[in-house]
T-cell receptor, first 117, second 106 residues
Framework: EPEVTQTPSHQVTQMGQEVILRCVPISNHLYFYWYRQILGQKVEFLVSFYNNEISEKSEIFDDQFSVERPDGSNFTLKIRSTKLEDSAMYFC???????????????FGQGTRLTVV | KNEVEQSPQNLTAQEGEFITINCSYSVGISALHWLQQHPGGGIVSLFMLSSGKKKHGRLIATINIQEKHSSLHITASHPRDSAVYICAVDGNKLVFGAGTILRVKS
């Protein structure tokens, strides 16, 4: 069964360092998302990506964050200078979304637990 | 006011009981998702609904678009059903509820 894969599963980084979280969406999917979940809180939307550009982003997704689809398979989230409050579980998701369809199921990766120390 | 409200927040049930988790939302949506999150943190999609009812094994999900309400039912609950169940509404992105922590005791 196709799945979304994320690496690494857990990353510890020092405050101020750059981190890159990697995701491989399902191959025929067209819409990609990053969500995050701070411990004990609900999952929050960060950014959506379609046709090689950001289609929507939240207030959380400030200039410290960027996304990229560098090679047609990977979908990355970069945090330029991590802060303590960036510690969270980061989930990648993808959807197969065709113009004629109203909506399709979202498939989630297992998440990357980012700990900023 | 939260766009997605789930109830209850916590639920403890005895093995075999019938369980209902409710979700109400206040925004226009194209679909509603029920998700399951286990202690390790990974999220699994259970259902995506845009109308009516869906069944998968012991899980049943219903949605009433007019009333902006959905329910997730678990029949003959089992300890392995213990998890966080999350309702998420879908416009162009998912907006998540806070989740319902379910514990099924044997």
């Amino acid at each position: 069964e196709p799945e979304v894969t994320q690496t690494p599963s857990h990353q510890v980084t020092q405050m101020g360092q750059e981190v890159i979280l990697r995701c491989v969406p399902i191959s025929n999917h067209l819409y990609f998302y990053w969500y995050r979940q701070i411990l004990g809180q609900k999952v929050e939307f960060l950014v959506s990506f379609y046709n090689n550009e950001i289609s929507e982003k939240s207030e959380i997704f400030d200039d410290q964050f960027s996304v990229e689809r560098p090679d047609g398979s990977n979908f990355t989230l970069k945090i330029r200078s991590t802060k303590l409050e960036d510690s969270a579980m980061y989930f990648c998701a993808s959807k197969r979304f065709l113009i004629r369809e109203s909506n399709t199921e979202a498939f989630f990766g297992q998440g990357t637990r980012l700990t900023v120390v | 006011k939260n766009e997605v409200e789930q109830s209850p927040q916590n639920l403890t049930a005895q093995e075999g009981e019938f369980i209902t988790i409710n979700c109400s939302y206040s925004v226009g949506i194209s679909a509603l998702h029920w998700l399951q999150q286990h202690p390790g943190g990974g999220i699994v999609s259970l259902f995506m609904l845009s109308s009516g009812k869906k069944k998968h094994g012991r899980l049943i999900a219903t949605i009433n678009i007019q009333e902006k309400h959905s329910s997730l039912h678990i029949t003959a609950s089992h300890p392995r059903d213990s998890a966080v169940y999350i309702c998420a509404v879908d416009g162009n992105k998912l907006v998540f509820g806070a989740g319902t922590i379910l514990r099924v005791k044997s």
